[in-house]
């Protein structure tokens, strides 16, 4: 099996998704990969087959699977993509419930 790391660039793959989306044969650089790649337990754990990766082409991002894309052995800086510039996300307390409409601020 395949596993790509961060920062490698990939070739887009031909595939039903692939297609729709309009990226056949362009490349991108991995940011994201599944969380067992990583050695974490994941809950949500589809699979190694559908589970995705994180794809920036073109500085658009994309969710795709294994069979969508292909690890050229070339990796890019860090750098490329982040500058270094935090942003801090202050966490909201008051969360619907399950099947409740968001609340208002």
């Known amino acids: ?3 790509l790391g961060f920062y490698e660039v990939v ?3 031909e595939s039903e998704t692939t297609r729709r989306l309009g ?3 362009r490349s991108g650089v991995v940011l994201g990969v599944p969380p067992h790649l990583l050695g ?3 809950e949500y754990d589809v699979g190694h087959d559908k589970a995705q990766y994180a794809v920036d082409v073109g500085s658009e991002g994309y969710a795709l699977v294994r069979a969508d894309r292909e690890g050229t052995g070339e990796f890019v800086a860090r750098e ?3 500058d270094g ?5 202050e966490a909201q307390t008051d969360l ?3 099947g409740e409409a ?3 601020a």
């Not at 510039?85 to 996300?89: A, G, I, M, Q």
């Open 1 to 3: 099996m395949e596993s």
């Open 11 to 13: 070739r887009i793959l």
């Open 23 to 25: 990226i056949v044969g």
């Open 40 to 42: 974490i337990d994941d």
């Open 80 to 82: 490329a993509f982040y």
């Open 85 to 89: 510039d935090r942003v801090f996300v």
């Open 96 to 98: 619907p419930e399950d």
């Open 102 to 104: 968001p609340r208002e």
